[in-house]
């Protein structure tokens, strides 16, 4: 009895002490953003402080402005201060900048996201549409799109937005850029699927990550989307309702997938395609790797071969 409570009590020591180590290190790589030169927003939603880190060219906006939201369990820091598989993220936004675009990277709530039994689902995007309940997240990127990239958008610069995410974030993309289709010039997925045909049970438990509780589960096929052929299915009867498209012209996308992708089969990728095109958005072609060897980790985050034709895809609508 002696052991198993001794065994407990150092894994709950060992949690508290990897949640101190991260809150420090989220800490140090913010300041260290700011001294590179990113600047610090913080705006009150609904009762709740968002916060947001953001640079732009010395001049003007060349080819508008980027929102890049991060992945599950990761923080806005991570587009400007991060190593290893991280570093990849920095390097597209100093890409990016250089290039003409301001980047304007967004930080996620914690347990702002709740499960359908109202779990917490831990240092998450609130991804997925659900019915009954506001989402805090779209409001928070709702006011950065109409107010906070407005007011800071020097004289002269491109209007466009884009928008960007990996993995917990890429969903959220995909669920901000169709509720605001009006206002989005193009979009860009990493590492994602569908948000719309997708649930989570935040009840699981992770040792691993105890910031980023739960499993996502497609509603078609009832499979976590991390196993093969999770999303496939002949009809997609179980989608929540779509918003409808308000834009004149709808926003274009683009997917960023490894077929080795651990975390979000391809086949979730694949449904997110079909789902969109078939709503009305304008499909630009994935972007796909196929490495050798088997299914990774690493293989589901951001990858340094995806900037170049990233930034690539969101330069062309400048160029029309």
């Not at 989220?26 to 927003?41: A, F, P, T, V, Y």
């Not at 190593?83 to 347990?111: C, Q, Y």
């Not at 779209?138 to 407005?150: A, G, H, M, N, Y």
């Amino acid at each position: 009895m002696f052991r198993i409570y001794s065994f407990f009590l150092g894994l709950i020591i060992s949690i508290l002490f990897l949640l101190n180590f991260a809150a420090a290190q989220n800490l140090n790589n913010e300041n260290k953003c700011i001294e590179k030169g990113w600047q610090k927003i913080s705006v009150n939603i609904n009762s709740l402080e968002r916060n947001i880190l953001w640079k732009g060219p010395e001049d003007y906006w060349k080819n508008g402005a980027i929102i890049a939201l991060h992945g599950g369990g990761g923080t806005y820091s991570n587009y400007c201060s991060a190593r290893l598989l991280a570093k990849p993220m920095v390097e597209f936004s100093e890409l990016a900048i250089k290039e003409g675009f301001a980047i304007f990277s967004l930080d996620s709530g914690n347990d702002l996201m709740l499960d359908e039994n109202e779990n917490p689902c831990g240092k998450r995007w609130d991804c997925l549409a659900q019915k009954g309940r506001d989402n805090l997240d779209l409001d928070f990127i709702e006011k950065v799109i109409t107010d906070i990239i407005p007011d800071l958008r020097p004289l002269n610069s491109v209007e466009n937005i884009f928008m960007t995410g990996i993995s917990n974030g890429g969903f959220m993309t995909i669920l901000a850029a169709t509720h605001f289709n009006h206002a989005i010039t193009a979009f860009a997925i990493i590492s994602a699927g569908d948000p719309y045909g997708t649930h989570m049970d935040c009840s699981v438990e992770s040792l691993l990550r105890p910031s980023t509780p739960g499993v996502f589960i497609d509603n078609e096929t009832g499979e976590i989307i991390s196993k093969d052929d999770a999303c496939w299915a002949i009809t997609y009867l179980y989608e929540e309702k779509w918003p409808e498209i308000t834009a004149t012209e709808p926003p274009s996308f683009k997917q960023f997938h490894n077929e080795g992708d651990i975390g979000v089969n391809i086949s979730c990728m694949k449904k997110a395609q079909a789902l969109l095109s078939q709503h009305g958005y304008k499909d630009d072609g994935p972007h796909i790797l196929n490495d050798s060897g088997p299914k990774k980790v690493w293989k589901h985050f951001w990858l340094r071969r995806y900037n170049r034709p990233l930034i690539d895809f969101f330069t062309k609508f400048t160029e029309k």
